[in-house]
């Protein structure tokens, strides 16, 4: 099934006089961006909103700039970020991307930074050099750390840290902070060298509740039509025969789902009781988008969009803990300083 789902009304721009700045990189269909503001409920929990304002985000695939522009405004530009000029672009307190993570995935290539794709990283070394925001916030996949035994994530921190910032590198299992699916992520969190202290880590909200699949989209099961946005659209496609089943597991009734991958080869995991590989606002739901986040595109480009977005929720959480430092130092306080175990530190 292959039907455009309706497109919803943009999401109203925040405007506060005390919001922390963000300028976001690499934001794709914006799911990082609409953590970090909140204001939002997936499945009857109400996410607050947030004091961040978006002054820019940089994208620079046109679909994906749609799907932002649709569902979070218009603050988002398309951007080639392995060549800009930094002064273009604003100032803020915080700087935040997912740089591209083809290269450094299990699933991808593997060529770490012998790509031009993955020294792209390098854009937020060029905006912190120019501008030298408060905090960085890096997102990637977990072999990140494991590529070449460690040597590639180093390799970007020591960069990244060459602009006088340090870095900490958050190992976040998605479950056990409440998103129904089995997905890892590196968040590399900087701070600038002049500024005490450093975010606290968020606490796991899950560890012994984990969210099943079953509890994420159980109540979609009987619906096939666009009454709920994208529930239309799944693939077709029978059981793959090459790619050593990955994309062709059954998921299973009670547990976290398998991760939403980025794929565009019809590879979607297969519903836990129904005939059918998952729908593109199952693989949505699962990454935590609430149903008012609408995917305007055909079934490949959404899935596409949603495996290459960082949980909503997610974010969220990390987004908390960005704001409780900022609220400290804005109180003249002096944050809580995570002991120190070295150059980089994982927390």
């Known amino acids: 099934m292959n039907k455009k789902p309706r497109p919803a009304p943009p999401s109203p721009k925040r405007q506060t006089s005390d919001a922390?700045?963000?300028v976001s990189m690499f934001a794709g269909c914006g799911g990082m961006d609409y953590g970090l503001l909140g204001g939002f409920t997936y499945k009857r929990e109400r996410l607050e909103s947030l004091p961040f304002q978006i002054l820019a985000a940089y994208e620079h695939d046109d679909k994906a700039i749609e799907t932002y522009r649709q569902n979070i405004g218009k603050a988002i530009e398309k951007r080639d970020l392995s060549d800009f000029v930094p002064e273009e672009m604003p100032a803020a307190d915080l700087l935040m991307g997912g740089f591209p993570c083809q290269d450094f995935s299990s699933c991808g290539p593997l060529r770490g930074l012998k790509s031009e794709r993955g020294r792209l990283y390098q854009a937020l070394l060029k905006y912190m050099v120019v501008h030298r925001p408060k905090l960085v916030i890096g997102e990637n996949v977990l072999h990140l750390e494991r590529l070449h035994g460690g040597a590639v994530l180093?390799?970007?921190?020591?960069?990244?840290?060459?602009?006088?910032?340090?870095?900490?590198?958050?190992?976040?299992?998605?479950?056990?902070?409440?998103?129904?699916?089995?997905r890892t992520?590196?968040?590399?969190?900087?701070?600038?060298?002049?500024?005490?202290?450093f975010p606290a880590k968020p606490e796991p909200t899950h560890v012994s509740k984990q969210r099943s699949i079953d509890w994420a989209i159980s109540d979609?099961?009987?619906?096939?039509?666009e009454t709920v946005p994208n529930q239309s659209q799944f693939f077709v496609a029978s059981k793959a025969k090459r790619g050593n089943g990955q994309g062709d597991e059954v998921s299973r009734a009670g547990q976290p789902s398998y991760c939403v991958r980025a794929n565009a080869k019809s590879r979607v995991?297969?519903?836990?009781?129904?005939?059918?590989?998952?729908?593109?606002?199952?693989c949505a739901r699962l990454q935590t988008f609430p149903d008012t986040f609408v995917f305007p595109h055909s079934t490949t480009t959404n899935v596409m969009q949603i495996g290459n977005a960082v949980p909503?929720?997610?974010?969220?959480?990390?987004?908390?803990?960005?704001?409780?430092?900022?609220?400290?130092?804005?109180?003249?306080?002096?944050?809580?300083?995570e002991p120190a175990e070295g150059l980089f530190t994982y927390a």
């Open 220 to 225: 979609l099961e009987s619906v096939v039509d």
């Open 269 to 282: 995991q297969f519903h836990y009781s129904l005939p059918r590989r998952l729908t593109v606002r199952e």
């Open 20 to 22: 922390i700045s963000v």
């Open 185 to 197: 992520r590196l968040i590399l969190v900087g701070r600038r060298n002049d500024l005490p202290g």
């Open 154 to 182: 180093k390799a970007i921190l020591t960069d990244l840290e060459s602009a006088d910032y340090t870095f900490r590198v958050w190992k976040m299992f998605a479950p056990h902070y409440g998103v129904p699916q089995n």
């Open 312 to 337: 909503p929720l997610l974010a969220h959480r990390v987004a908390t803990a960005i704001r409780e430092y900022l609220a400290v130092l804005a109180a003249g306080k002096t944050p809580k300083a």
